[in-house]
């Protein structure tokens, strides 16, 4: 009776009587998949990988080599599948894509970025450093999502007036505006608290003048 050939059996026994390459070089850049990335790019990347490293000529060889590279969660997932469900690479692309397409995590959109409001209390600066650090985990937005956002997301009602008469046609443009306001109003809240220190200075001097006579 001819022995099992090692692997998983939901490959069919064709893949997992294929043997490596020689030389082969495994891919040692590829971290190992735990459903939280997209799976059909994670393959695509796994495949290239295991191309370079020699594998070449046969997708079934680098379709052997893929449990190494699966969490221990994924690995398990494989190895209970039905037998003889995997015969190609197309075959591969299906089942994991139909496995993990409701796992992985999905970059965030438009409407994630819209939620970004300004706080009360926070300043204008504040604010659009919190904003430009959620836009650099949203790469994908147009502009003009990025923009309508940041002004429906502001409690600043001149800078609100004063973008809705020159929209900006990107977000480096925003930004721009945003950070002359908010070096304006950095210098007025200066002013203002210089004006009320002398202003209680000069009341207190007053008073004192006047409990001395």
Not at 7 to 28: K, Q
Request: one cysteine or more.
């Amino acid at each position: 009776m001819t022995p099992e050939p090692p692997g998983p059996h939901v490959f069919n026994r064709a893949i997992r009587n294929t043997p490596l390459p020689s030389p082969f070089r495994p891919p040692t850049c590829i971290a190992k998949y735990n459903g939280e990335t997209k799976p059909e790019l994670w393959l695509a990347d796994f495949r290239l990988a295991c191309q370079l490293g020699g594998a070449r000529g046969d997708d079934r060889a680098i379709i052997c080599q893929l449990p190494l590279f699966l969490s221990d969660t994924a690995c398990r997932w494989l190895e209970e599948l039905p037998a003889n469900q995997i015969h190609d690479w197309t075959d591969l692309v299906r089942v994991f894509e139909g496995n993990f397409k409701g796992t992985y995590i999905r970059p965030g959109n438009s409407w994630d970025l819209s939620k970004c409001k300004q706080k009360s209390g926070e300043t204008l600066r504040e604010y659009a450093r919190r904003f430009s650090k959620q836009c650099t985990e949203l790469p994908h937005i147009p502009n003009h999502d990025v923009i309508l956002a940041f002004v429906s997301g502001t409690a600043c009602k001149d800078l609100m007036r004063e973008l809705g008469r020159n929209r900006p046609q990107t977000v480096d443009e925003l930004m721009d505006v945003v950070a002359n306001y908010a070096a304006g109003e950095e210098a007025v809240g200066a002013f203002s608290t210089t004006r009320e220190v002398k202003t209680k200075h000069k009341w207190m001097t007053t008073r004192a003048l006047v409990e001395g006579l």
